[in-house]
């Protein structure tokens, strides 16, 4: 947890300062008096008595006690400084603006952990280092420009960049998106985008906090602190929209399995994502875009009315919203003709509604006004520019006005950021967010619209037989279970597979070849991957054929036995699960067979799933159709599906051991699911990575 004299100190020392405000110290030290931090500041700089204005200390020793130190000198002397602050002055908030530390080479890392060390013996917390700082309604702790008047209505955001957030809040500032804070964590050597979440999370007011939070993140180091907190403001009522930028190495290592080779980093965090309600983005258009839409009133519906005096624009706008399944409803009847006589000829009403170049102010009040009461229109994208003819004041006025009193959300998109600059800005002062580019805007609007929480489920399993499950892994070393194991394991699960017999000598042949109903199939047991080296053979239908086929696969180099199962018909489904690092594991099903890894048709869910969730993911494969059947083919027992993908949540949230898990193929049909072939990869480790927090998702 943040300390609380990171957050709001009451004194600042700022290490490094200096009259130069094009360095950090510099700067930091111009930001904190011209954003009138309230509290006592002082200054440490060897060289320098009097630093803008200010007394300025030239030996640290000789500072009074103070709350928090922002630190701008060369690395080296970091740990000293610290040691100082954090031992005799007691001083409980650092942000390290310095670089050369763990981003640069060993030497640096080590110097970083001796800095947490100290900082964290002495009860504090620390920011970066190697960021830009903070900036929240008690001080401006940021070495950059620009520093933007905040509001408490705004976006709260957390980046991993300095960078980045300064892209964001310039571009942010153009666009008319405000803050209520910026944290920069840099290293995240003891403070990540996770704790800085949980500060929000814990410290959270419904009346007061802001209700929408922006992420920029390149490492998660703990994925379930950071679903635990993120869930839980989105429970309290705030939205959430990220970019994680990067993958991990090991999401990029050789898979040995069809769910290993599907299920990399970006699906992890994916499925982290939709499992916390986060909507995810792709860069910083994309992520202010969608945070000024938050940032609007709700919408009732996904039907949109679309207001310009550009065809273009609107054509663009309408093009990408009805891809997106955003409707544009035709508008028509009485109430629309008197709307269109309200307008210059030439105009259309029939949505998009286009009232031309020449279209006025109180022509685009008369329109939103007929929107306003339409039942047909849920929300209204309002496209208006300048060719420079004439002044619009009026125009974004009256728009202004009725952003304020319609109680439909109210999208402005204005395009000419040259010709009307100065009349976007005055909008952009009265508090009003104005996207510049249609699609852009459409894009992101989708993405919200058709943003949809997950249905949770508690960590409770409803697996029968947890003894005998963990009886059977704790036997086991890591690896690879043998086949037997694994069908156990599966059993004891709940999940249903084909009767198998094991034969390894000519008097388990001539037993099996007995008892057995044919056809059958054999797969020989030993090879890892038993297609690639011939070891399945099909449609055995009698005594020679078997024999014959159990000689030829025992000559396979590697093979140990074979196994002998029944010829179930029916179509070919996939089910598959995958942990990495200490991520929860994430279950993906699809059509099975080859079509897993050809045409990749996949979704993916982070344990626990709920049967809601397993039948939308089902229902959001293109194979749905398929599946429910078509053109006379029947169709499989999808509910049954849904249960088995559940079971084996269950399954993982009782061993979090099992590392890889391929139930490739299903044999399923309208009455029946079956398993024929599993692979189940342990991996002990992993159990250790498991918390409590992991059945606290719901």
Do not use: W
Request: charged letters at 25%.
């Amino acid at each position: 947890m943040l300390h609380s004299k990171l957050i709001q100190p009451e004194s600042i020392v700022v290490v490094g300062g200096s009259d130069n405000i094009h360095s950090p110290g510099g700067r930091v030290l111009k930001n904190l008096i011209h954003h009138n931090f309230p509290g006592r500041l002082f200054i440490v700089n060897p060289r320098q008595d009097i630093i803008q204005g200010m007394k300025s200390y030239t030996d640290i020793n000789d500072l009074p006690d103070v709350d928090l130190a922002i630190i701008a000198i060369a690395a080296k002397y970091v740990v000293e400084t610290v040691k100082v602050l954090a031992q005799q002055k007691n001083t409980k908030g650092f942000i390290i603006f310095s670089a050369g530390f763990s981003e640069k080479d060993e030497a640096g890392a080590k110097l970083e952990r001796e800095i947490v060390e100290l900082i964290t013996d002495a009860g504090g917390s620390l920011l970066g280092p190697n960021n830009i700082g903070l900036i929240n309604k008690n001080y401006a702790g940021v070495f950059t420009t620009p520093v933007p008047k905040l509001d408490e209505k705004g976006v709260e955001f957390i980046s991993g960049s300095g960078a980045t957030a300064v892209f964001v809040v310039e571009a942010a500032k153009s666009f008319g998106l405000r803050f209520s804070g910026i944290y920069t964590v840099g290293n995240s050597a003891q403070i990540g985008v996770e704790e800085i979440l949980e500060y929000l999370d814990e410290f959270f007011e419904k009346e007061t906090s802001s209700k929408v939070k922006l992420l920029y993140i390149e490492s998660i180091k703990d994925p379930l602190k950071f679903l635990k907190h993120t869930a839980s403001l989105i429970r309290k009522g705030c939205k959430i929209a990220a970019i994680k930028a990067g993958s991990s190495e090991a999401g990029n290592r050789a898979a040995s399995s069809h769910t290993g080779a599907i299920a990399n980093s970006d699906v992890f965090v994916d499925t982290l994502f939709e499992k916390a309600g986060i909507l995810r983005c792709y860069g910083r258009e994309e992520l202010i875009t969608v945070a000024g839409i938050l940032q609007q009133k709700e919408s009732e519906g996904k039907n949109i009315a679309i207001i310009t005096h550009a065809g273009g624009p609107a054509v663009m706008l309408t093009d990408v919203l009805s891809k997106n399944g955003l409707k544009i409803p035709r508008l028509e009847g009485r109430k629309s003709e008197i709307l269109l006589s309200k307008l210059f000829d030439g105009s259309s009403v029939s949505n998009p509604i286009d009232f031309l170049a020449t279209g006025n102010a109180q022509q685009l009040g008369d329109i939103i006004d007929y929107c306003e009461i339409s039942p047909e229109i849920d929300a209204m994208a309002v496209i208006f520019g300048s060719p420079g003819l004439t002044e619009v004041d009026d125009v974004y006025d009256v728009l202004d006005e009725k952003i304020t009193t319609s109680k439909k959300p109210i999208y402005a998109i204005l395009p000419s950021v040259v010709n009307v600059k100065t009349e976007i800005d005055d909008f952009i002062h009265k508090g009003n967010i104005a996207f510049h580019d249609e699609v852009l805007f459409g894009n992101a609007l989708a993405k919200v619209y058709n943003h949809k929480l997950v249905y949770q489920k508690t960590g409770n399993s409803d697996t029968r037989s947890p003894r005998e499950i963990r009886k059977l892994i704790e036997t086991l070393p890591n690896g690879y279970m043998p086949t037997a194991a694994a069908i156990s394991l599966l059993e004891y699960a709940g999940v249903k597979f084909a009767t198998p017999y094991y034969i390894k000598d000519e008097v388990e042949l001539k037993n099996v070849s007995k008892s057995v109903t044919y056809p059958v199939v054999l797969k020989v047991e030993g090879p890892l991957h038993k297609s690639d080296v011939g070891g399945v053979l099909l449609n055995i239908s009698n005594v020679g054929d078997l024999t014959e086929a159990f000689h030829k696969l025992m000559q396979i180099e590697g093979a140990t036995s074979v196994l002998v199962q029944p010829m179930i018909k029916g179509m070919e489904l996939f089910i598959g699960a995958k942990k990495e690092t200490n991520f929860p594991h994430v279950i993906l099903c699809g059509l099975g067979g080859i079509f897993v890894e050809v045409l990749k048709d996949i979704k993916a869910s982070m344990i626990p799933v709920s049967y809601e969730t397993a039948l939308s993911m089902i229902k959001d494969l293109k194979a749905a159709p398929i599946l429910k059947g078509i053109r006379g083919q029947s169709g499989i027992n999808i509910p049954l599906f849904a249960e088995t993908i559940v079971k084996i949540s269950d399954l993982l949230m009782m061993v979090p051991e099992i590392a890889e898990l391929d139930l490739n193929p299903l044999m399923a049909t309208e009455k029946d699911l079956i398993a024929v072939d599993v692979r189940i990869r342990l991996e002990k480790s992993f159990k250790k990575l498991q918390t409590s927090a992991t059945f606290h998702l719901g």
